[in-house]
């Protein structure tokens, strides 16, 4: 019995009810670490002792009695940009090396409460900026599907992470397609969930108006339980909405009246020729359950990329202004004086991607050229927002590739900044209208690379969202990686 | 469009970046190829349309400032590159 195979609904089940202890999981899994990271380099930090002190906990819990969480003995990993009191947080950056944080996010906090297991923290591009992350300042995170190829980003470490059966589930975050871009090149489910459904306190913010925290998990049904437990509202966070999450349900039997619209400025040319047939494949399943497909209109999509790294970029200018060199992280010493501490300090510790996008914010937002970006993009935003809001008077659901590409390989884009925007394309309006979306594998490529299904609601419509991607995977079960 | 050294090193200022010649001349070039992609936005109509400021139509969240304790003020000050006792250490501000 291999427990790193196991579901984490299962585990939970069979830890509850006594027929394994967490420790013999968490164990499990640190081995499977062990034997895989040094490879896929996933984690920028294992947990261990803290990780088995916590499995100790939940079966001592047991032993007396006590009742056992949602997520007992549940290894999760968290993306280095979720805070885990005691441990580094650095957003694999070096201006944050060394910061260990003083206290727990709200996920984390409902993640321990729930009798999950933090078994460590991974890779991402620097500051979540990026979409291979090949930006992280330490170390490259391979796909565990191919060695060749990137795990997408930014939340690449979460994702091959989970693909890779490290851990359970793992947590991510997604500004403009961090959770789902990934998700869909490592070959698992990535959720991005409504703005606002999950609490962003103790999350490093990026781009405020668009950040979310999502599950990467094997099966819809830990994405359902891992939603139930992180999300809901928290006074913390005052972005937080008050609508709580589904808890989890079994697949309708069919999707008879369900009606999904496929946005036909999504299938266009530079689509992949691959991408293109396995989600038009994966859409035929959905109708063979009963929904019906049509064609829907979202013609502001054309401006997504344009309007995110106007908007992204300028929230990231003012959100990074804090990494200053006083209260935390690395500090230039060469500085004499307090001006050249902060120059020094955020020159030195800040790589080339965030450097870039914060100059491009500072641009979008300085005297000048306000009116020009960034108040524009701010209507445009509001254009595609409408977008969705009229689609979702036609269908209940929009299905659409997750990312234009199968997996890239290393130092494919990586000296073109704007090849690799485009990766996002697909996963930027989403956020942009605050809706939810996930990313679910919908096949391989001739070359055995997944290929990922995007599925977007409207706001709050999660449950709607899973129970459909829940009877997709009954009637097309997702390839497991191998090994 | 172009974006010349003078243009990327008044940003830096801005940003409170300290830039290397040689990042000077590659943020220019980029810069400028980033910003010519976003000329596009120009095309959208948004004549009446008001700009997004909250995704949800959210509306201020007030509470009453009460301070509550926070149990290990020593790992706050533990983090901070340079400190003197319980304080924070900058350089002198005032002449």
């Known amino acids: 019995m291999d427990l790193t195979e196991f579901t984490a609904a299962r585990i939970a089940t069979i830890v509850q009810n006594g027929e394994v202890t967490a420790e013999a999981v968490a164990a499990a899994h640190f081995a499977r670490i062990e034997k895989l990271d040094g490879t896929i380099k996933a984690f920028l930090a294992v947990t261990k002792d803290q990780a088995l002190a916590q499995a100790r906990r939940v079966d001592e819990k047991r032993k007396k009695g006590g009742k056992l969480g949602l997520l007992a003995g549940v290894p999760v990993a968290l993306k280095d940009n979720i805070q885990l009191k005691g441990v580094e947080t650095t957003c694999a950056s070096k201006a944050l090396k060394g910061h ?29 900026m990026g979409s291979s992350t090949e930006n992280s300042a330490f170390q490259k995170t391979t796909n565990p599907w191919d060695p060749a190829c990137v795990p997408g980003g930014s939340s690449g470490g979460s994702a091959a992470a989970a693909a890779a059966r490290m851990c359970a589930f793992s947590l991510g975050s997604d500004t ?47 994405a359902e339980l891992a939603l139930s437990v992180i999300g809901g509202h928290d006074p913390r966070d ?17 999707l008879k009246g369900l009606r999904i619209g496929l946005p036909k400025e999504y299938f266009i040319e530079g689509l992949d020729p691959e991408v293109e047939k396995s989600v038009r494949a994966a859409v035929a399943v959905l109708k063979s359950l009963g929904a019906s497909v049509s064609e829907v209109s979202l013609p502001h999509t054309k401006y997504a990329i344009a309007t995110y790294y106007i908007i992204a970029p300028s929230e990231a200018s003012s959100n990074l202004a804090r990494f200053d060199g006083i209260r935390y992280g690395f500090i230039d010493k060469g500085a004499t004086n307090l001006q050249e501490v ?49 689609a979702f008077k036609q269908v209940d659901l929009i299905a659409a590739p997750t990312t234009p590409t199968p997996p890239f390989r290393f130092g494919e884009k990586t000296n073109d900044p704007i090849a ?64 | 469009m172009s974006v010349s050294d003078a243009d990327v090193k008044k940003i830096a200022k801005l940003a409170r970046l300290r830039l290397s010649e040689a990042e000077v001349v590659l943020y220019g070039g980029q810069l400028a190829k980033i910003l010519d992609s976003m000329a596009e936005l120009a095309m959208a109509d948004t004549s009446g349309v008001a700009p997004t400021t909250s995704v949800l139509g959210a509306v201020n969240v007030m509470r009453d400032d009460d301070p509550k304790p926070f149990d290990d003020p020593e790992a706050l000050l533990a983090n901070a590159p340079e400190r003197d006792g319980p304080y924070f250490k900058v350089k002198k501000v005032i002449e």
């Open chain 1, 100 to 128: 260990l944080a003083t206290y727990d996010a709200t996920v984390t906090e409902r993640l321990k409460s729930a009798d999950a297991v933090v078994v460590g923290k991974t890779n991402l591009d620097e500051f979540a």
């Open chain 1, 176 to 222: 403009g397609g961090s959770i789902r871009q990934p998700a869909a090149f490592c070959g698992v489910v990535g959720l991005k969930p409504t703005y606002g459904l999950v609490s962003r306190y103790g999350l490093v913010a990026f781009a405020s108006s668009l950040d979310q925290i999502g599950p990467f998990t094997r099966t819809i049904e830990d």
């Open chain 1, 238 to 254: 005052t972005t937080s909405a008050v609508n709580a999450p589904a808890a989890p349900a079994p697949a309708p039997k069919d």
């Open chain 1, 342 to 390: 902060y120059e020094m300090t955020r020159g030195a510790g800040f790589g080339s991607e965030v450097k870039r996008r914060i100059m491009l914010g500072t641009y979008a937002l300085s005297s000048g050229y306000y009116d020009a970006y960034y108040a524009k993009a701010q209507r445009v935003r509001t254009l595609m927002a409408n977008d969705f809001r009229e």
């Open chain 1, 420 to 483: 690799m925007y485009l990766s996002d394309i697909f996963t930027i309006p989403s956020n942009m209208a605050g809706n939810a979306s996930m990313s679910l594998p919908c096949g391989l490529s001739k070359k055995g690379l997944p290929l990922g299904l995007q599925l977007i609601a409207d706001v709050f419509q999660e449950k709607k969202m899973l129970s459909t991607a829940r009877a997709y995977e009954a009637a097309q079960p997702f390839a497991a990686l191998k090994g």
